[in-house]
T-cell receptor
Framework: ETGVTQTPRHLVMGMTNKKSLKCEQH?????MYWYKQSAKKPLELMFV???????ENNSVPSRFSPECPNSSHLFLHLHTLQPEDSALYLCASSQDRDVYSGNTIYFGEGSWLTVV | GQNIDQPTEMTATEGAIVQINCTYQTSGFNGLFWYQQHAGEAPTFLSYNVLDGLEEKGRFSSFLSRSKGYSYLLLKELQMKDSASYLCAVKNQGGKLIFGQGTELSVKP
């Protein structure tokens, strides 16, 4: 139990579906992240929210739409995805985004997404 | 560009010692992290180095040389449960964590 909970753990969706991934952190952190993890590839940072404001968007296609209603919750809305979007999507949180801080980020267990 | 390199796979024997290397080239440096990820689970924090030298934590140690852009994770007295993927990550000057692709460690009896 890392203090970061993701649902659903597994999702299969068609290319025309609309679905959402949910993340909740119970650690009192003020920064939250979405990462994509594909086989044999480094973790890719998708979005960063700090104090509920999006501070980073790493050229992610618009078919992925994040939402952060408060500092404890983060969503990733999915629409008209492609098969190559199939991957493990990891949510994470941290105490702050201080550049010089050694604070680690805490990951959820991820949502396995398969696009068919 | 920014690049983190680590071996894709390693195999070691239970009870032995294994060293997982990581080299990096990033825009600035604000610390290096190691994470452990078991199959189907969340990556979990192992260590953080920002100054040169060795940090020891039980069976695990992590070393950093900033001048060489190099780190290693040392695992002693290997146990079967240490079979996992080990991720090296560097925080760059913008505060972003750049990850390597991970090293899949298999511990054999």
């Amino acid at each position: 139990e890392t203090g970061v909970t993701q649902t659903p753990r597994h999702l299969v969706m068609g290319m025309t579906n609309k679905k959402s991934l949910k993340c909740e952190q119970h650690l009192g952190h003020n920064a939250m992240y979405w990462y994509k993890q594909s086989a044999k590839k480094p973790l890719e940072l998708m979005f960063v929210y700090s104090l509920e404001e999006r501070v980073e968007n790493n050229s992610v296609p618009s078919r992925f739409s994040p939402e952060c209603p408060n500092s404890s919750h983060l969503f990733l809305h999915l629409h008209t995805l492609q098969p190559e979007d199939s991957a493990l999507y990891l949510c994470a949180s941290s105490q702050d985004r201080d550049v010089y801080s050694g604070n680690t980020i805490y990951f959820g267990e991820g949502s396995w997404l398969t696009v068919v | 560009g920014q690049n983190i390199d680590q071996p894709t796979e390693m195999t070691a024997t239970e009870g032995a010692i294994v060293q997982i290397n990581c080299t990096y080239q990033t825009s600035g440096f604000n610390g290096l992290f190691w994470y452990q990820q078991h199959a189907g689970e969340a990556p979990t924090f192992l260590s953080y180095n920002v100054l040169d030298g060795l940090e020891e934590k039980g069976r695990f140690s992590s070393f950093l040389s900033r001048s060489k852009g190099y780190s290693y994770l040392l695992l002693k007295e290997l146990q079967m449960k240490d079979s996992a993927s080990y991720l090296c990550a560097v925080k760059n000057q913008g505060g972003k964590l750049i990850f390597g692709q991970g090293t899949e460690l298999s511990v054999k009896p």
